[in-house]
Structure formats: structure tokens, C-alpha cells
């Protein structure tokens, strides 16, 4: 994607908005004076707290992966080389067990010729440089506290490979602001007991089977998963935007358009919450897919269910017919956190979607240490 200057686009072309707010867990209509106040202006994305340093990006997700710090309490981390490993390689800083800040001296492509293992408590830093990923991709197993941030990944090019592949039992990751495209499989797997994830302002493109949420029928072990996916752009990828099974996803303004079978997908026992989207149709009009499989541990089978909530339509999209029951049977955020920052979706929204997300052409900031205590 382009500089991110644009994320500061003024409104003179655009039709005024309400400014994005913080979203108060609703369970009942609050009195008249306690909603959220709306002021006028453009739309923004939120996180903008998180570029005032460069350790700013710990503990500041919203949604399931909020827990996520990375490498916060370890040493900055300098990449020096391009190469798939030896001294100064990204796979060189991602196998050391300490936490580490890795941060980019030098910009260009890194050839993966395997998947490149990523252990817990790492950030993986892009701010500052133009870093690419292909051949292969990042495998975060059996690990906790990652943060994957303005990384591009294109082009991986063997059997099973994914560009981020989060499984097993990996938990309290956040992937920010990454440009992903063109893999054999897909472009962020998460499965197998992994849980407590949050992916956001990232830009996909040029793919088919985008995002999948849980491994398949048998591992019901994924009953745990939560997912947290807000202001991305899924520009013309095909479907998965994700496709679900077992988990709680959150949706909440994303804007998905042309997709090639459907958009989002709910399958065996999943529980999707849809929040002040944008769902925009090309030829393909159905916009949510329900799909029945069996649990491994249950005698019949079971579709996932999804709630939508304020999310709009465009060019004929349609949300389609649930299942009976769904209303009763999809958890609310509320539950889980308290705050996340939401606006209704817009042409403003769209703009800054389109041209904010992904990979941005931003500083590597001044470290400030933070204590660990």
C-alpha cells in the first residue's frame, strides 16, 4: 500500500461521518446521556497511540489479542542480512528462546526456503523498512506473545505453506498492519487449540483461500479459539474472509469486496459476530455461507451461526437466510472485552481502508525501555 499520509485525508470530497468511537458493551439501552457521543469528521484507524514509540505497539491491541506484548521486555534486535539464516537473518533473532524487539537495518526481500519459526515473545517489526517475505512463510507453534507488524508476504510457493501459519496451541498474537498475497495455501491459518488473536489493518489481495479459522471436523480441541479481525481490506480475494469452524470470531470494519464464492463462512459450531462492515458484492452476491459438518465428539451434524449488526450491503450483496436460533446462539464481544473502536461503515470508511491498510511507509521510532517489572 501507499504512504500512510493518506490516513489523515481530509473530508471535502467525502460526505461528513460520524468520527469513530469507543465501543461501550451494550446490554441494555443505556440512558439517553450515557450513548457515545459522535461528532462529526472523517474516519481514522484506531491505534494511533501505538506509532509514539517503538515498544508503543504492546499490550495496545483490541479484541481477543489485546494480552499480546511481544518482545517488550527484551532487548531491540537489529536485522542486518537478507539471507534465509546465519548471522543477522530474521531466522537467526526468531529461534533465540530471550524476548527480543526485532527491528529491520536494511530493506528488500527475504527468500524463505522453509517455514521460519517464530518462538514466543518476539515483535517482528517492519516500521522503518520495506521487508518482504516469500518462498515460505512465519510458523508460530506452540508460542505466546508475538506481534508481526508492517511485514509484506507474497508469493509462497510449496505444499501447506501459509504466509502466517498460527498452530498449535499458540496464544496472545497480534498481526498489524501486513500486506499479504499469493500463496499456494493460505494467508493466515489458525488452528489446532491456538486462541487469543487479533489481526488488523492488514490488506489482502490476490488470493483464494484467505483465512481459515480451525483445522477441520475432528479437532474440537479448536472450540477454544477467539478471534479478533478489524480494519482490514480483502480486496477481491476469493473466499475465507474467514471461514470458521468451532471458534468466536469478531468482525467489526472490514471491508470485503468481489469475492469470488462468498464471503465469510460459518461452519460446524462456530460463532461469528459481524460489526459495521462493508460488504461489497462484484458478480458473486451471497455474502455469508452456512456449512454443516460433524463435530468428532457429537452424533449429528451442526452449521456455525453468524450475527450481523449494522453492516452494510453494497451492490447487491446479501446476507442471506441463518439458521433458526442463530440470534440466541452467537456470543457478544461485551462478553469477553470491554472496549474496541467502531464506526458505521461509510464511503469514508472504505477510502481509508482501501489506501491505509497493509504495509505503510512509516519511521522506526526511538526506543524507550520498559521496565519489566
Known amino acids: 500500500m501507499g504512504n500512510c499520509c493518506f490516513c489523515d485525508i481530509l473530508q471535502s470530497d467525502l460526505s461528513p461521518v460520524p468520527a469513530p468511537y469507543i465501543y461501550p458493551p451494550v446490554?441494555?439501552?443505556?440512558?439517553?446521556d450515557q450513548m457515545p457521543e459522535m461528532t462529526g469528521g472523517g474516519s481514522r484507524l484506531p491505534y494511533a497511540n501505538a506509532d509514539s514509540?517503538?515498544?508503543?505497539?504492546?499490550?495496545?491491541?483490541?479484541?481477543?489479542?489485546?494480552?499480546?506484548?511481544?518482545?517488550?521486555?527484551?532487548?531491540?534486535?537489529?536485522?542486518?542480512?537478507?539471507?534465509?539464516d546465519g548471522q543477522g537473518s530474521l531466522r537467526e533473532a526468531c529461534r533465540k528462546k530471550e524476548p527480543l524487539w526485532i527491528v529491520f537495518e536494511v530493506s528488500g526481500t527475504i527468500h524463505l526456503k522453509s517455514h521460519l519459526t517464530v518462538?514466543?515473545?518476539?515483535?517482528?517489526?517492519?516500521?522503518?523498512?520495506?521487508?518482504?517475505?516469500?518462498?515460505n512463510g512465519l510458523r508460530l507453534k506452540e508460542c505466546e506473545h508475538v506481534i508481526i507488524c508492517n511485514l509484506e508476504f507474497e508469493g509462497g510457493r510449496a505444499h501447506d505453506v501459509d504466509a502466517i501459519q498460527i498452530k498449535p496451541n499458540s496464544k496472545h498474537i497480534w498481526i498489524d498492519r501486513c500486506s499479504l498475497r499469493d500463496y499456494d495455501d493460505g494467508l493466515i491459518d489458525i488452528s489446532r487449540g491456538s486462541t487469543d488473536i487479533t489481526v488488523s489493518r492488514c490488506h489482502f489481495s490476490q488470493h483464494n483461500k484467505t483465512m481459515l479459522i480451525g483445522a477441520d471436523p475432528s479437532n474440537i480441541e479448536d472450540r477454544c479459539i477467539r478471534v479478533t479481525i478489524h480494519h482490514c481490506f480483502f480486496d477481491g480475494t476469493r473466499q475465507r474472509h474467514p471461514r470458521a469452524r468451532f471458534?468466536?470470531?469478531h468482525l467489526y470494519n472490514n471491508?470485503?469486496?468481489d469475492w469470488g464464492i462468498y464471503a465469510v463462512c460459518a461452519s460446524v459450531e462456530s460463532q461469528i459476530y459481524s460489526q459495521c462492515n462493508i460488504y461489497e458484492a462484484g458478480q458473486k452476491k451471497g455474502a455469508f455461507l452456512y456449512y454443516t459438518e460433524k463435530a468428532a465428539d457429537k452424533e449429528e451434524e451442526a452449521t456455525g451461526n453468524i450475527i450481523s449488526d449494522g453492516d452494510l450491503f453494497l451492490n447487491g450483496a446479501e446476507a442471506g437466510s441463518a439458521p433458526s436460533g442463530c440470534e440466541n446462539s452467537v456470543f457478544h464481544p461485551?462478553?469477553?472485552?470491554?472496549?474496541?473502536?467502531?464506526?458505521?461503515?461509510?464511503?469514508?470508511?472504505?477510502?481509508?481502508?482501501?489506501?491505509?491498510?497493509?504495509?505503510?511507509?512509516?519511521p522506526c521510532l526511538q526506543d524507550t525501555p520498559v521496565s519489566s517489572s
Open 27 to 32: 446490554m441494555q439501552p443505556p440512558p439517553s
Open 334 to 362: 461485551s462478553e469477553f472485552y470491554s472496549s474496541w473502536t467502531v464506526e458505521p461503515p461509510s464511503d469514508s470508511l472504505k477510502h481509508v481502508l482501501k489506501h491505509c491498510t497493509g504495509w505503510q511507509q512509516i
Open 119 to 135: 518462538s514466543s515473545h518476539k515483535t517482528i517489526d517492519g516500521r522503518g523498512q520495506r521487508i518482504k517475505l516469500n518462498g
Open 255 to 257: 471491508y470485503i469486496r
Open 53 to 84: 514509540g517503538l515498544r508503543g505497539l504492546a499490550g495496545q491491541a483490541e479484541g481477543f489479542g489485546r494480552e499480546a506484548i511481544g518482545g517488550v521486555h527484551g532487548p531491540v534486535h537489529h536485522v542486518t542480512s537478507l539471507e534465509d
Open 247 to 249: 471458534g468466536r470470531v
